[in-house]
């Protein structure tokens, strides 16, 4: 699909931080087996792809502003657009080794996500959208899922870790979502997760505790692709809490009916 100048510049510089991600990562599986492990080497590994990421969209478009995992958020000259950057989503999966990761780029304009690029270079799949324009994967339009059955659907989440303060009630969104479905994944990178739901991989997805650069591309990917997509508490704010529930629209009202009635 033909995209605009800035979604070519955000999937130019997802590619190139990928590239240079996926040569690391291949020195991480190495690594494993070190007596000091892969941690510092990620840590640079995950500044390092901000840095590119930073460095490119900022020679594009100076006067936009940049929110990254890594650093302090840049204010720019026009107050309207930022871009929204998690340079490695899915930092445990890579440091352990585990090909699950991805690069994602989001461009947020008035408050509201335009467009969002997900690079998971390891599958070399590209999930891209601007609002209006459908969303893909590399060559091809994506789509929800059409399933209409809780007891067929597969969702994911992601599952609290190293004291987050939402185990509890994570631990009971799962004791009453999983005897009401087929089944649930958490397979480690919130952004491909969201992807996932665009491609109708899975019917749905919830979770708590995230960040605005977790979220921000996904949004616009899965609502391009047909998702319903919502604050996990009604009323609340999906960047600025970083709660999220989305499932395709057949399942939406069922899905949210079990999760929210914690
Ligand atoms: C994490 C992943 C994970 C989610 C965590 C995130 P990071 O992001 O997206 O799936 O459950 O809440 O923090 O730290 O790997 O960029």
């Known amino acids: 699909m033909a995209g605009s100048a800035n979604l070519n510049v955000m999937m130019k510089t ?56 890594e650093n ?12 929204i950057v998690d340079p490695l989503d899915g930092t445990t999966n890579f440091l352990h080794g585990l090909p699950h990761w991805a690069v994602s780029i989001a461009l947020e304009h008035k408050g509201q996500v335009v467009a ?22 590399n060559e091809s339009r994506l789509r929800v899922s059409s399933r209409s059955k809780m007891i067929e659907s597969v969702f994911a989440t992601g599952l609290p870790f190293g004291g987050r303060a939402d185990l509890p009630e994570t631990i009971q969104d799962l004791a009453r979502i999983l005897p009401a479905c087929a089944g649930v994944r958490r397979f480690g990178a919130a952004s491909l997760d ?24 996904g949004i616009v990917i899965m609502r391009e692709a047909g998702a319903i997509v919502e604050p996990l508490i009604p009323g609340g704010d999906i960047l ?4 999220i529930i989305c499932a395709n629209e057949p399942i939406f009202n069922g899905f949210a009916k079990v999760i929210r009635s914690a």
């Open 14 to 69: 997802a590619r190139k931080a990928g590239r240079a991600l996926l040569k690391d990562f291949g020195e991480v599986e190495n690594l494993q087996v070190s007596a000091k492990g892969p941690g510092d080497f990620v840590s640079r590994a995950d500044r390092q792809a901000e840095e590119t990421i930073r460095e490119e969209l900022m020679l594009a478009r100076p006067s936009y502003g940049f929110l990254g995992e």
């Open 116 to 137: 969002g690029v997900i690079y998971d270079p390891v599958k070399d799949e590209m999930f891209y959208a601007e609002k209006g324009t459908g969303a893909w994967l």
């Open 240 to 243: 600025a809490d970083g709660q």
């Open 72 to 83: 302090a958020e840049i204010e720019g000259e026009d107050p309207t657009r930022r871009w």
């Open 194 to 217: 969201l992807a996932y739901v665009a491609a109708g991989r899975y019917d749905g997805f919830w979770e708590r505790g995230l960040h605005a650069w977790d979220l921000a591309a």
